[in-house]
């Protein structure tokens, strides 16, 4: 049996069944890190032995029976913004390179109660800020996917969680953590050939996750399979009374939404999401979505969210704003890189000029502009009301529609090196994911099927506030439809 | 609205981030880029719209006034970059 080929769920009755134990589950993935991980660098940093230990130790509650945590002894791959205990945790930051967190993120001290194993820290654009995840001080991520008849090329993995695909993709991992600012789990999901859900803004607790924008920032998980997914989320999810934006509401069941019937569920198109230059594959992969939803007993209804086209523009107010604020800490006192100075203004001066990036200098430059005194009114508060304007479409798609349909990202993964002169044609990657972060509704990315060259192409199930239940349905639905069993070119068996 | 060099110096000092000189023109290219595509927001009508400032899902929430963290100064301090006995260090601020 090729243990890195199997489903958490899978694998979680195979571990009852003791077919094979945590440790050799987990072996296995340390083992296809060590091989792979030099080519990807989908880890910033590999935790093989701290991994093998609480593989033991998954061993020992496993032999005592029926009670094991629902995750116990499955390998999974920790976005390196969370704050890991003990474990360096760096946003993929210089600022951060040698910061050592003295606790434990909400939603990963979830997983751990539940079980799960954490074999590394994954790879991503700085401070979760860029979609190619080409911006980590840690050196870019590589899609383990590759373009047919061409090994040479090197494709981006999507960002900002860019390093947990691709660790999914290619069974160096079973599931991952990721984060959502604007699409940063579902633009990479799409490009590395998985599935990923950004939750409704406040299921999952962001205390101990290093801020982006706090407005919109959303942990949630990626995995192979939807089902793989709502089990992951089912342990992260939860109210937690030390995030105040996290909402004290039930956690459904979410394996069980998998298996809905989806009869009578209305599923909306939106017209404004057919944007001008999209490519025919993109296009096609869509309305063969739509047709396999309506097969499945859906009622496909044409809605319209007229402010769409405002989605990006508004989070490029909105979210370096946020940025230019949050990231004002890495000051050089408290914690994190210091640069000395002749002054105290010089030390912060000097700090934040090394310990930054180039995109992440720029977007607190932008952030601070569009704060600044003069300027407040005219970018951010009239961002702030358009981004009003933007749920209000969601809500009222909403009274006739249960989920939207709609393309994941306008491309396929694309090469190293292309779209990296403007940020502009950087930013219009996410162009489909930001509405649904704008909203805060849940909305997931899950493979459809391959483009022209055999890369994967997703499809974005964006559902109401807090139904994550009907996002998985349908995303059940057209994962079985599509019947996605393509692998990437670099994967664990394969060396 | 486009930027002069010296509001882009202006930004990166309140936002105190050191820049050089030589990283003006393009750090203005790349900021006047980014300020002339959301111009478009201009074109939206938001009279009488209320600003949205967070989903609005999560309440605030009281708790009884009584200490629930801290007493971990070591762990605090652990991850300054200079330390003394108990306190981060700064450069001389007063003379």
Not at chain 1, 49 to 62: H, K, M
Not at chain 1, 295 to 322: F, H, M, Q, R, W
Not at chain 1, 333 to 343: A, C, D, I, K, L
Not at chain 1, 372 to 390: M, W
Request: charged letters at 20%.
């Amino acid at each position: 049996m090729m243990l890195t080929e199997l489903t958490i769920a899978a694998a979680q009755g195979g571990l009852r069944r003791r077919e094979f134990s945590a440790t050799e589950l987990v072996g296995a993935h340390v083992a296809a890190i060590e091989r792979l991980n030099g080519r990807l660098n989908a880890f910033i940093t590999v935790t093989s032995d701290l991994a093998l230990d609480a593989a033991r130790r998954a061993d020992a509650i496993l032999a005592g029976g029926e009670d094991a945590p629902a995750l116990t002894g499955i390998p999974l791959g920790i976005k390196d913004l969370f704050c890991t205990d003990g474990v360096r945790t760096t946003a993929a930051s210089r600022m951060l390179e040698d910061f050592v967190p003295p606790y434990e993120s909400t939603v990963t001290a979830n997983l751990l109660a539940d079980g799960a194993v954490f074999v590394g820290k994954t790879n991503l654009d700085e401070f979760a800020m860029g979609s190619a995840n080409i911006t980590s001080a840690f050196g870019s991520v590589e899609n383990p996917w590759k373009r047919a008849g061409d090994e040479a090329t090197v494709l981006v993995p999507g960002g900002s969680s860019g390093g947990s695909a691709a660790a999914v993709a290619a069974r160096l991992a079973m599931g991952a953590t990721g984060t959502d600012t604007g699409g940063s789990i579902r633009q990479p999901a799409s490009y590395c050939g998985i599935a990923g859900i950004k939750p409704t803004y406040g299921r999952c607790s962001r205390w101990g996750t290093i801020a982006f924008a706090s407005s919109l920032d959303q942990a949630g998980p990626m995995a192979r399979t939807v089902e793989d997914c709502a089990i992951l989320l089912q342990s992260m999810a939860g109210f937690d009374v030390r995030d105040s934006t996290s909402v004290d509401i039930a956690v459904p069941d979410y394996r069980a939404a998998c298996g809905r019937s989806l009869k009578g569920m209305k599923v909306g198109i939106p017209a404004e999401y057919r944007v001008a230059g999209m490519p025919a594959e993109v296009e096609a992969a869509w309305e063969q979505g739509i047709a396999w939803l309506r097969d499945a007993g859906c009622e496909i209804v044409e809605v319209s969210l007229p402010y769409t086209k405002y989605g990006l523009a508004t989070y490029y107010i909105v979210a370096p704003a946020e940025c230019s604020s949050n990231l004002a800490r890495y000051d050089g006192v408290r914690f994190g890189r210091r640069v000395p100075g002749e002054s105290l203004d010089a030390l912060y001066e000097a700090t934040r000029r090394e310990g930054f990036g180039a995109e992440v200098r720029r977007r607190i430059l932008m952030g601070t502009y569009v704060l600044s005194a003069g300027y407040y009114d005219a970018y951010y508060l009239r961002a702030q009301k358009v981004r009003n304007l933007i749920r209000k479409d969601f809500e009222n798609a909403f009274r006739t529609v249960d989920v939207l349909l709609t393309p994941t990202a306008p491309s396929p993964a694309f090469a190293q090196g292309e779209k990296m002169d403007d940020p502009v044609q950087m930013y219009l990657n996410d162009v489909f994911t930001v509405p649904a972060s704008m909203a805060g509704v849940p909305a997931m990315s899950v493979p459809a099927g391959l483009s022209a060259f055999g890369l994967p192409l997703g499809l974005q199930v964006i559902g109401r506030s807090f139904d994550e239940e009907s996002v998985f349905a349908a995303a059940s639905a057209l994962e079985r439809a599509a019947g996605f069993t393509h692998r990437p070119a670099v994967r664990a068996e394969v060396v | 609205m486009s930027l002069d060099p010296a509001t882009v110096r202006r930004i990166a000092r309140l936002a105190r981030i050191g820049i050089d000189e030589s990283d003006l023109p393009a750090l203005q290219r790349e900021l006047n880029g980014i300020l002339g595509w959301i111009e478009q927001l201009n074109e939206v009508d938001i009279d009488g719209v209320e600003p949205m400032v967070g989903t609005g899902h999560a309440a605030l929430r009281m708790r009884e006034d009584v200490v629930t963290d801290g007493g971990v100064r070591d762990a605090v301090l652990s991850n300054a970059p200079d330390a003394a006995g108990p306190y981060y260090t700064v450069p001389k601020v007063v003379e």
